[in-house]
């Protein structure tokens, strides 16, 4: 059972490089996240999708830009990495707001 | 003011011990409760939903106070398996994750 799955699992990046993180899903669920998470701060919501070529706006957007052209795929992308994107990076999908949450095993980032 | 709040911790317990978590949330119109359970350096992963009447799942019981608008998460017996974080999560028009309790169940 694959569920929610993310690449790549770690990445190191320069700072000024741009780099796509990669989730699918094979749940068949309607909505997508993005979160980062970082020690004492909690799960910060990136963006989200409500549906297939809809995203909008988290709690910490800037600095991201995110697609959903098909109902499994979510991309998360960095245009210009910064050293204070350096976090644990996790998709997550389900099937509304009120529904279980499933994550994937997460991205670790570093930016030097 | 933070949607949700949890108590850090940590908490340190010895083996058979029983151990409860509260967690608090603002929006009285949140819907949906749950309890998530974290290892170190893995993802979040559902531990149990909450329901208005309180339930259980084996060594774990939860509660729900709306009046109070806090959920709880009680574990009996505690394992050494129990040692990780603990993230309650509350929705409305989105999801509210707390930053977790951790919990580590010693010999």
């Known amino acids: 059972n694959a569920g929610v799955t993310q690449t790549p699992k770690f990445r190191v990046l320069k700072t000024g490089q741009s780099m796509t993180l990669l989730c699918a899903q094979d749940?068949?669920?309607?909505?997508m996240y993005w979160y980062r998470q970082d020690p004492g701060m909690g799960l910060r919501l990136i963006h989200y999708s409500v549906g297939e070529g809809t995203t909008a706006k988290g709690e910490v957007p800037d600095g991201y830009n995110v697609s959903r052209l098909k109902k499994q795929n979510f991309l998360l992308g960095l245009e210009s990495a910064a050293p204070s994107q350096t976090s644990v990076y996790f998709c997550?999908?389900?099937f509304g707001f009120g529904n279980t949450i499933y994550f994937g095993e997460g991205s670790w980032l570093t930016v030097v | 003011r933070k949607e949700v709040e949890q108590d850090p911790g940590p908490f340190n317990v010895p083996e058979g011990a029983t151990v409860a978590f509260n967690c608090t949330y603002s929006?009285?119109?949140?819907?949906?409760f749950f309890w998530y359970r974290q290892d170190c350096r893995k993802e979040p992963k559902l531990l149990m939903s909450?329901?208005?009447s309180g339930n259980e799942d084996g060594r774990f019981t939860a509660q729900l106070n709306r009046a109070s608008q806090y959920i709880s998460l009680l574990i009996r017996d505690s394992k050494l398996s129990d040692s990780a974080t603990y993230l309650c999560v509350v929705t409305g028009n989105q999801f509210y994750f707390g930053t977790g309790t951790s919990l580590t169940v010693i010999p």
């Open positions: 929006n009285s119109a949140s819907q949906s």
């Open positions: 997550a999908s389900s």
């Open positions: 909450v329901y208005s």
């Open positions: 749940m068949n669920h309607e909505y």
